[in-house]
């Protein structure tokens, strides 16, 4: 059972936001709005420097950009698996690259680049069999001499 939960945890101003903000007020407030705003944001860096925290550093991602969902994903499935989603995806990625690279030179050995269009690239124009125009060309080469030398 998941007992993740989403926390409030962190205040976010985007600069943009606050700039437009304050460039709304008059002239005469936006100087002290700043340097309130400077001396607030240096209270929690100089806490955590005092308590040797090292300087917090974060990513913000957006509600509305395409990668908000995936790291709440990411983020729940660590809290829940002590397991970095990203890291064990990449190793799925890594392997399963390996046993596609491993097949296509099963194909390339056994000819199938001898019909168009090409397996792996879907390439079926001028230059087919020239490197040079379809680069797929040069593994089908080398795959055929491989295969004349044995
Ligand atoms: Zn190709």
Redesign the pocket.
């Known amino acids: 059972m998941s007992d993740f939960k989403r926390e409030n945890r962190y205040i976010v101003i985007k600069r943009s936001d606050l700039e437009g903000a304050v460039s709304d007020l008059p002239i005469k407030y936006q100087k002290k709005v700043w340097d309130q705003l400077g001396q607030v944001v240096s209270m929690p860096n100089k806490h955590r420097q005092n308590t040797g925290k090292s300087p917090l550093e974060c990513v913000i991602v957006e509600h509305d950009w395409p990668e908000y969902d995936y790291v709440w994903k990411a983020i729940k499935h660590r809290m829940e698996t002590g397991e970095c989603l990203f890291e064990q995806q990449q190793a799925r990625i890594a392997k399963l690259e390996h046993k596609v690279e491993k097949y296509e030179a099963t194909l390339f050995a056994a000819g199938a680049m001898g019909q168009s269009p090409?397996f792996?690239?879907g390439?079926n124009g001028p230059g087919y069999y020239q490197p040079g125009q379809?680069p797929?060309a040069a593994q089908h080469h080398a795959a055929i001499q491989l295969q004349e030398a044995e």
Do not use: N
């Open positions: 090409c792996k690239c390439y379809h797929c």
